[in-house]
Nanobody, 114 residues
Framework: VQLQASGGGLVQAGESLTLSCAAS????????MTWFRQAPGQEGEFVAN???????DYTDAVKGRFTISRDSAKNTMSLQMSDLRPEDTAVYYC?????????RGQGTQVTVSS
């Protein structure tokens, strides 16, 4: 499985951005997908997850502002981010997990200016 994240960029505080993650290869019909992020000088942190059955979970810092979704037919996942804040600045990574393990793709940079 290979992952390609895209959609990052430079925005101002309060604006919106949508990240996408495209998966290719041997995609399992029972897999979860997750967004992580890592800010400069900080450890990586969990952002959002969508389970195989569609259940979603978010870190408290983004609840109500971010929405994770997936299109299983297209093997893609999205993260709609609204009301972005400078503290959301980070490299965002998508991760695919199935019964065989987890794979994380290259990240996409999100920069939010104040």
């Amino acid at each position: 499985v290979q992952l390609q994240a895209s959609g990052g960029g430079l925005v101002q505080a309060g604006e919106s951005l949508t990240l996408s993650c495209a998966a290719s290869g041997m995609i399992s019909g029972w897999s979860s997908m997750t967004w992580f992020r890592q800010a400069p000088g900080q450890e990586g942190e969990f952002v959002a997850n969508i389970a195989p059955e569609g259940t979603t979970d978010y870190t408290d810092a983004v609840k109500g502002r971010f929405t994770i979704s997936r299109d299983s037919a297209k093997n893609t996942m999205s993260l709609q981010m609204s009301d972005l804040r400078p503290e959301d600045t980070a490299v965002y990574y998508c991760q695919y997990r199935d019964m065989h393990g987890a794979i994380r793709g290259q990240g996409t940079q999100v920069t939010v200016s104040s």
